[in-house]
């Protein structure tokens, strides 16, 4: 499919970027960045848009890191984030027609995530009154990664809307206008949910655990 | 402790690496290359906007012109131009705030809510400012008719709207729903005004406004249920 929409020496240079991706390992962005100067995830989107496969893939590359820590920090277990990282790709797929040229792009793929990660929640809210369901879910928390359990663990004084913000815009480092978008709400209503949030996490870190999270997170 | 160090200590929890399976990525590019074709963008906002309100608008029309313009013929020039500017302006703003709920990350600048709420409390001032005769013949019977009527219209206007922008994708269905239903109960009051000789503060603050709040609500609990639908249908594909 890709092969006859992208340039030849395109599809060579992202393979190329593909197997250093893999070299590096886990710095997936630092790769992006290296490799993509001058291209932004806007141009990437614009050219998935056109059917090139080159740069869906490096859109994969780059956006499901930070889509899977987005899923993680949201008390899942590392099996429940993969599942719905792909099934946030296949609505992604789906709807990439709906991202518009010169908007930004990253809040369009958080907004999207989010709506997937609310279904889930709300699945897993009503799975929950079983009990072989409810089995799955003591599981599932064991399975939870280590980054997962510390940002858990650091987040978790907070309400379901007040991680979300914070998880965008502290961990993912997107902006007040870029996580407003993404939340489909005002750039006020941030602004108030991050204070609130920090009002909290204020009284947890300075008063219960003082030293934990400054020392590196370890307890 | 101050904000700066809790910034800090999110910012270590963010740099610890991400151990994402690689061949989780393969898979995700495995799965979605077959179906990767050239896909047209959505056109821009204002003519989307542009479409809705001609859409709702049209609606309007046809209806009175099956049942008589006795509304808007019975108007002095100030009511018609007052009435009808304001609920252009109303179904405008509407019409634009629909399409942001069918794109992912549009800037939102009125809340679904909000919105509601406004079109309410303008229609219910201007008519209030406009309408001064406060008998209340024949209250109920006649409200009931034309609120039956204004639906009758806000429910096709609306579906009308959501058929059009079929290619959006609303994030939050729900809330998409109610703003269908808002544009679409403009519609019908807008058909009520058209057609509706009773002039009774009344019966006009009540009935006809009343089509804006309860198409909303329509609106928005058929919004859920077609995002209900449509997750249980792709569940079954998936099986």
Redesign the interface.
Known sequence: ??GC?GPVGRQANVARHLRED?DVG???SWTFHRMHSGENLETLMVRY???D?AA??VL??HI??RL??FFLAKSMSRADA?DL??ET??RI?K???????G??AL??F???A??IRV?HYRKSVRAAAGERELEEMSKGVTTT?P?AG??EA?LAPLSESQREV?AML????MSL?EV???M???VGSVKQKVHRA?KK??ET??ATTPGK??S??QA | ?K?E??????????Q???????R??E???E????????????PPVWLMAVGLVLVCSAVSLAGAARSGFFGAAKMNLLERSLVFPALGLLASVAAVSFVH????????RL?PGVLLALSSVALLAAFAGLFRDYHTDHFFSAGIACLLIGLLHAIPAGLLSWLMLR???A??PA?AGLVAGTLGGLAGVGMLELHCPNFQAAHILVWHIAVVPVSAALGAMLGWELHLRT?FRARSDER
């Open positions: 499919m890709w929409r893999a886990e710095d997936s848009q056109q059917g496969f869906a893939s994969i590359r499901s890191p899977h820590r993969d990282l792909q790709w296949l797929h709807v990439r027609h709906t991202y518009r040229n908007e930004p809040p369009w958080y907004a999207i989010r709506h279904d990664s980054q510390e940002l650091l914070i502290k961990v993912e480092g206008e407003a978008r993404a489909s709400s005002s920090y996490l204020r870190i300075g999270w400054r590196g997170g | 402790m904000n160090e809790i910034d800090d200590v999110l910012k270590k929890v963010a610890t690496p991400q151990d994402l399976d690689l989780l990525l898979r995700i590019d799965s979605i290359k077959p179906s990767l074709r050239p896909v047209r963008p959505l709920q069918m794109l992912p990350a549009s800037r939102l809340s290619r959006g994708f994030v939050n809330s997750r």
